[in-house]
């Protein structure tokens, strides 16, 4: 099974500060025919299902703020809040669907100082 | 507008069986893979299974492997998991999830439900 790990656990930034999530694969999820990573972003708020927020590692879906972006290829990658609002204090959990079982990480948290 | 709706969770003991439901309405149902997607309480995300359009292809998480079973209906645009032998930690808010953009299983989770909760205990 593909492990995946974040970090930090959590983090608390200003206001408008940049915050950095990483999350690395335990083997590539880089699919070589069509040179697409298969890992997924996801914001998950208190008492909601989560929200997909990036798609093939860098791909922000529709209606989601240009502060999001995603990074990285095959085992390394990162989700970066480029200036964090209010509304964006969640939960945030990368995703692999390069292969069965599809698993998710951990989690990190971030807050608002 | 794209809607997913869980029913079917409940309190069982351990070692009894529930059948869960998702109605999905808003797309065209038998175009998409659909998907299980668990979260003990505060606890992470766990996939727990997942089906391709016409049932050709179906994944399991090895925890839940030869007690759950999913299965789809396309003509009533319903999935559905069949948890026999349910062990305490089971217990979960069950989400149902639906395919970002392809019939296979390899794919994001775009549109989710509210979950359903599952508590096992005696």
């Known amino acids: 099974d593909i492990v995946l790990t974040q970090s930090p656990d959590s983090l608390a930034v200003s206001l408008g500060e940049r915050a950095t999530i990483n999350c690395k694969s335990s083997?590539?999820?880089?699919?070589?025919?069509?040179?697409?990573?298969?890992l997924a972003w996801y914001q998950q708020k208190p008492g909601q299902p989560p929200k997909l927020l990036i798609s093939?590692?860098?791909t922000r879906e529709s209606g989601v703020p240009d502060r999001f972006s995603g990074s990285g290829s095959g085992t390394d990658f990162t989700l970066t809040i480029s200036s964090p609002q209010a509304e964006d204090v969640a939960v945030y959990y990368c995703?692999?669907?390069?292969?069965?079982?599809?698993?998710f990480g951990p989690g990190t948290t971030v807050d608002i100082k | 507008e794209v809607q997913l709706v869980e029913s079917g969770g409940g309190l069982v003991q351990p070692g009894r069986s529930l059948r869960l439901s998702c109605a999905a309405s808003g797309f065209s149902f038998d175009d998409y893979a659909m998907h299980w997607v668990r979260q003990a309480p505060g606890k992470g995300l766990e996939w727990v299974s997942g089906i391709s359009w016409n049932s050709g292809s179906i994944g399991y998480a090895d925890s839940v492997k030869g007690r759950f079973t999913i299965s789809r209906d396309n003509t009533k645009n319903s999935l559905y998991l069949q948890m026999n032998n349910l062990r305490t930690e089971d217990m979960a808010l069950y989400y149902c999830?639906?395919?970002?953009?392809?019939?296979?299983?390899?794919?994001?989770?775009?549109?989710w439900g509210r979950g359903t909760m599952v508590t096992v205990s005696s």
């Open positions: 999830a639906k395919s970002g953009s392809g019939s296979t299983l390899g794919d994001t989770f775009d549109i």
């Open positions: 083997q590539t999820v880089l699919y070589t025919s069509n040179n697409e990573n298969y």
């Open positions: 093939s590692a860098s």
């Open positions: 995703q692999q669907y390069y292969n069965t079982p599809f698993t």
